[in-house]
């Protein structure tokens, strides 16, 4: 499916209804996702940050993106599931469900897995490098660390 069609059919499908739009959206996604990783969806959604959990997994994933961009510094369009390469969009649906499996909160998550990678000097960091497994014990741990109340 190329990008520009995905693009015009969402396009196309927000103008119609929300309804329309949630069916365009899981054809769009089991066009491009494998069954395997779908089902692990509902399990995924049980366990979405607070502030997205009204979300549908490809808004939430539209979301995973947008935060992506905006920490790495770089065009919202390169992690837009609207206009993102096939390839691009499998990545942002594994990682945002491997995020969502910690029960990290996405933003903090994605600020922090960047500033690790960066600090270890890491140069093409993308949605699988986010979700490394030094990565995800890095940021859960700071997690831990930000959310513990403080002991005496």
Known sequence: MSDMYRAIELCCARCESAARLEEVEREIAEMLIDDYVLEKDEECAGLRPLESASLTDFQATEEFGRLTAGALGVLQTEYSLQTCADSRFRAL??????????????????????????????????????TRRHVQLYVMARFVEETAPNRV
């Open 93 to 130: 649906w594994k990682a945002r469900q491997a995020v969502e499996l910690t029960g990290i909160p996405y933003a903090f998550y994605i600020k922090e897995a960047v500033n690790y990678l960066r600090n270890l000097s890491v140069k093409h960091i993308n949605p699988t490098s986010l």
